[in-house]
């Protein structure tokens, strides 16, 4: 029983320490918007903790010229950077670089905007720094960017991982479990696609404060379950995954939102993004319950104080993301 249980306190401590560094494991952004032929308005952003930021520096090709010294700013835990380049001869085939990129956890995104309204996104990680701008993309080159970018989004999003963690801890049945994971994912996709293509918004900070307060009633449900009794969340668990699946929903089309979806194929983008999310999601799921399963066999023990030391350290991580978020809150948020 103490092994399991270490286990499981071990686990979660990691999901406790992760505040420290969340910020890292954010990606850097880059965006380029093309507002005359050749001259272009751009966004360096770089995560950033108090007066602190990572060491990462884009680089743009030699061709590109600022008209003016950026303009710097710490806000909403980024160091940004604005100014106008102009790039005599165009972008394409140039090479951009994220200098230290190779040093860190995170990745960094590029989005290009042309003239014309097509978008080019890129994905540059620590092992490839660097891309070459192509000018347009294929449909497969869209179709692979954004799958990528969706699993990212899913394997980085602490909160939305620790929600179907609680749920996993809630749910003993597999096929119950399936059908809430299922309900999980049907909701927050109608939430992206409707989000995503502008049909309907909510303001993303309270969407994120109030999804770390959905991770604190799965967490309250967990500690409350007694022998005997169904509570809401026991009986209809996949109705309760389906209500916040659609909140969760807005949490990932905040970060589609802020990548944008190329004009020639948003179906494509967002399909892919979407299924990018819900392989990382199922990749996370089989993970868990790959441990589970090892540990049940290898130490066959009552697992109930375990998941009570869980439930209660899940809520305090909740808590602790619902008093950061509030604090974010101010003018336009």
């Not at 320490?17 to 093309?34: K, S, V, W």
């Not at 900070?205 to 991770?215: D, G, K, N, Q, T």
């Amino acid at each position: 029983m103490r092994r399991f249980a270490l286990l499981l306190v071990l686990s979660l401590s990691a999901f406790l320490a992760l505040p420290a560094t969340a910020h890292e494991m954010r990606p850097a952004y880059l965006d380029m918007q093309e507002t005359r032929a050749e001259e272009f308005t751009v966004l360096w952003k770089v995560p950033a903790r108090g007066d602190l930021r990572l060491g990462l520096y884009v680089q743009l090709p030699q061709n590109c010229t600022p008209k003016a010294d950026p303009f710097r700013s710490i806000e909403a835990n980024a160091y940004t950077e604005r100014w106008v380049a102009v790039c005599t001869g165009g972008l394409k085939g140039s090479k951009i670089t994220v200098e230290g990129l190779a040093s860190t956890m995170t990745d960094a995104l590029a989005r290009i905007q042309y003239l014309d309204g097509s978008i080019e996104v890129a994905r540059m990680t620590p092992e490839a720094p660097s891309f070459t701008v192509a000018g347009e993309q294929s449909t497969m080159e869209v179709a692979a960017t954004y799958f990528l970018l969706g699993v990212d989004h899913i394997l980085s999003g602490l909160d939305h991982l620790l929600f179907v963690f609680a749920l996993i801890l809630l749910i003993p049945s597999p096929w119950m479990l399936a059908k809430t994971i299922t309900a999980f994912t049907v909701a927050h996709s109608i939430t992206l696609a409707g989000a995503s293509l502008g049909y309907f918004s909510l303001p993303q900070r309270p969407v994120e404060a109030v999804i770390a307060l959905s991770i604190a009633f799965v967490a309250r449900e967990l500690i409350k379950q007694r022998p005997g009794e169904r509570r809401l969340s026991e009986a209809y668990p996949w109705l309760v995954a389906f209500a916040f699946g659609l909140l969760h929903g807005f949490g990932f089309a905040g970060a589609l939102k802020e990548t944008g979806l190329p004009q020639s194929d948003v179906p494509v983008a967002l399909l892919t993004f979407n299924l990018g999310v819900e392989a990382g999601q199922l990749l996370f799921v089989a993970a868990v319950l790959a441990v589970f399963w090892a540990v049940k066999n290898l130490v066959p023990v009552d697992a109930k104080p375990a998941r009570l030391v869980a439930a209660f350290a899940i809520g305090t991580m909740s808590m602790v993301w619902l008093i950061e978020r509030l604090g974010s809150f101010g003018p336009g948020a």
